[in-house]
């Protein structure tokens, strides 16, 4: 019986073994799938441990207790999608407060973030954190929270995390972190000391590409006591089939990603060397800006990366048209491999001024790494590049 709580035992077995052969009842060994919404009392005055859904489901609890294992944090929240869980961590802020975030950070976080500014919700800043110098000016103000995407989305920029931690402490700011780009397996915020982390489940940690889920990690029992009351007072936790389905997926992180950053790092060094490429941002490259924080922070470059086309919108186009391994879409992380245009995509809620000053160009395309072959993956490049650019 694998309690995902012990941490003797490696993240490969905690995941493959979460919560298995724990049925006292019949003994079924994978973990029964909860979808009642209530729980009856035992008699008069005496609630079990679980009474309605929404408050609280059995499923739903593996996989929080799974992924805040893998964080070594104390506990997650898990809510309906990626956006949930950073709507949930916002709550902590109250107007007037201040929240720095990251000039390149998520699409959809940038977009929400506007929103909740102009709404008065509280203040937001949008800086550049991969900058020493522009942090520990922002830090001046006292924010209440910094919010840090590393690497980042989609030019994989790279913040130092305990840099970070370092001016937090001593502003008694919270750091939270969005760690969906690399998966727990590669980084883990929470003993750089970060106090939450976020993913979307959606990509790595689910790894299938049909569920659409978050999770809040609490690095300390207060903070997850507030995260949990948050999530049950606006409902925005997870239903337990999609947590069931997430569980699923979890088991295979370990191997997934393994296999998912061994294509990047080939394909990559096909990109690097074909005449048609630009440039190429990947962690994993020694002359890449962030490469010794990197060293420093992540078990592994990951497998995101993105490049520029040394060409126009028709080379773009044609080039993506082309390929038949990889589908055009905006997601990430799962077991196939996955292309996107961010300008006309995941940062189309971008304003223009917003990309330039982000350094997004038109030219920019990323790619999530799957796990097929990497000798059908590079093929599948070269003749898209072959047609598209001659
Ligand atoms: C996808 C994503 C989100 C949003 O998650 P959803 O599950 O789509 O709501 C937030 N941050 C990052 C880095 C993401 O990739």
């Known amino acids: 019986m694998a309690d995902p709580k012990n941490k003797s035992l490696s993240e490969a077995t905690r995941t493959a073994a979460s919560g298995v052969n724990t049925d006292p009842n019949h003994g079924s ?16 005055a005496k609630p079990r441990e679980y009474d309605y859904t929404r408050s609280g489901n059995p499923t739903r609890d593996l996989l929080g207790q799974t992924i805040a294992s893998l964080e070594n944090g104390h506990d997650a929240v898990v809510t309906s999608s990626g956006m949930s869980a950073l709507y949930l961590m916002f709550h ?55 919010l840090i995407e590393t690497p980042s989305n989609p030019l994989l920029r ?17 750091v939270a972190a969005d760690n969906t780009f690399l998966s727990p397996i590669l980084q883990k915020p929470i003993d750089m000391g970060v106090d939450l982390v976020m993913h979307s489940t959606t990509k790595y940690i689910n790894g299938h590409s049909d569920v659409i889920g978050g999770a809040v990690v609490s690095r300390t029992k207060n903070l997850h006591a507030e995260m949990s009351w948050w999530a049950n007072a606006t409902g925005v936790g997870g239903s337990p089939f999609d947590s069931y389905l997430t569980t699923r997926g979890l088991r295979t992180i370990s191997l997934r990603v393994e296999r ?11 990109l690097k060397n074909h005449s048609a490429i630009k440039n190429v941002n990947y962690p994993g490259l020694t002359d890449h800006p962030g490469h010794d924080i990197v060293q420093k922070q992540q078990a592994g470059p990951g497998a995101m990366f993105s490049f520029e086309l040394n060409g126009n919108e028709d080379n773009i186009r044609t080039f993506l048209k082309a390929l038949s391994l ?15 245009h961010p300008a006309t995509m995941t940062h189309a809620a971008y304003t223009q001024e917003a990309r330039d000053n982000a350094g997004i160009s038109h030219q920019l395309i990323r790619i999530s790494a799957g796990i097929e072959s990497a000798d059908d993956l590079i093929n599948d490049l070269k003749q898209a590049l072959d047609i598209a650019v001659k």
């Open 326 to 340: 990889y589908s055009l879409c905006v997601s990430l992380g799962g077991v196939e491999s996955l292309i996107c």
């Open 260 to 270: 998912q950053q061994e294509n990047a790092v080939k394909i990559v060094e096909f």
């Open 92 to 146: 902590l802020l109250k107007p007037g407060d201040v929240l720095l975030a990251p000039h390149d950070c998520y699409g959809g976080t940038f977009r929400l973030l506007t929103a909740m500014h102009k709404k008065g919700n509280f203040e937001v800043r949008f800086i550049n954190q991969t900058d020493k110098n522009v942090l520990k000016d922002a830090f001046e103000c006292i924010p209440k929270m910094i």
């Open 29 to 44: 060994v994978m973990p029964p799938l909860y979808i009642s919404t209530n729980f009856s009392f035992e008699e008069y």
């Open 158 to 174: 790279i913040t130092d995390i305990e840099y970070v931690t370092s001016l937090a402490k001593q502003h008694d700011t919270i």
